[in-house]
């Protein structure tokens, strides 16, 4: 029996099952380790310019060990031990430095990345770096009343952790207090008609209110700010079904 795919200075464990009509035993585990003969050497880059959804790393291809280094970049993964067979850049060949620029990662989230070099004996790995992307989240976020609310980031998704607890739109237009139902007037509840709730459960509001003239929207960001204070939005069924499918992963 032949194993292919390999990686070199690697450890690994085997046993041998031998099994008849009756039963099966299995054999004592055995472990070998695969050598570094022709398998490049390779370093890691420290990780730098960090934002919500992108990095810079690369590395160093010291050595080919007598054969040509055919690729070079560096792997990541939200897991341990990234290869290439994860998310990986591409950065030319050779021996020598080189930058990779990692895309398209989830705002605070952690990342495992490594250099890798491949030449026609194998790919070797360099050090494992280890980065946090930055979170797209403000902190907090001030309506026109000045109530102060928390947010909170689910995915790529920035999310407010409290319930609206406004009296006017971010333009200053007042919302009315409601004691009865509408369909058609803009109005603001008590929850549960105690003015006592609202310091805790915001306030309830009615789609008129919610929507302040706008038409729903089915994209995703929405893009429709309605009660929303300033740089918020309404959000659209698109961004709940993201949030679910996230929450469900």
């Keep these: 029996m032949t194993l292919n795919n390999l990686e070199a200075k690697t450890t690994y464990y085997y046993y041998y099952e031998v099994a008849n009509a009756i039963n099966a035993i299995n054999t004592e585990v055995k472990e070998f ?11 890691t880059n420290t990780v730098s310019s960090i934002t919500a959804t992108s990095a810079v790393c690369g590395g160093n291809v010291t050595s080919d060990d007598g054969y040509s280094v055919t690729a070079r970049g560096v792997c990541w993964s939200t897991s341990q031990g990234s290869t290439v067979n994860n998310s990986h850049t591409t950065n030319g060949s050779g021996t020598g430095s080189f930058s990779s620029t990692m895309t398209g990662l989830a705002p605070g989230a952690t990342y495992y990345v490594r250099a890798y070099a491949t030449n026609s ?60 139902t509408s369909t058609t007037t803009a109005y603001r509840y008590y929850p549960n008609n105690n003015s006592s709730n609202v310091s805790t459960y915001g306030y309830l509001y009615n789609w008129p209110a919610v929507m302040h003239g706008a038409s729903s929207s089915s994209s995703n960001p929405s893009g429709v700010q309605c009660i929303c204070p300033n ?9 709940w079904v993201q949030l679910t499918n996230y929450v469900r992963s």
């Design 33 to 43: 380790t695969t050598n570094d003969y022709g398998i490049p050497s390779v370093t």
């Design 121 to 180: 004996t194998g790919t070797a790995y360099g050090e494992q770096r280890s980065f946090t992307t930055t979170s797209n989240c403000p902190s907090t976020v001030t309506d026109y009343d000045g109530n102060i609310y928390y947010t909170v980031q689910i995915g790529s998704q920035c999310w407010m952790k409290q319930n609206l607890r406004t009296t006017h739109y971010a333009n200053g237009a007042s919302i009315a207090l409601g004691s009865s």
């Design 231 to 239: 740089g918020w939005h309404v959000p659209s069924d698109a961004e």
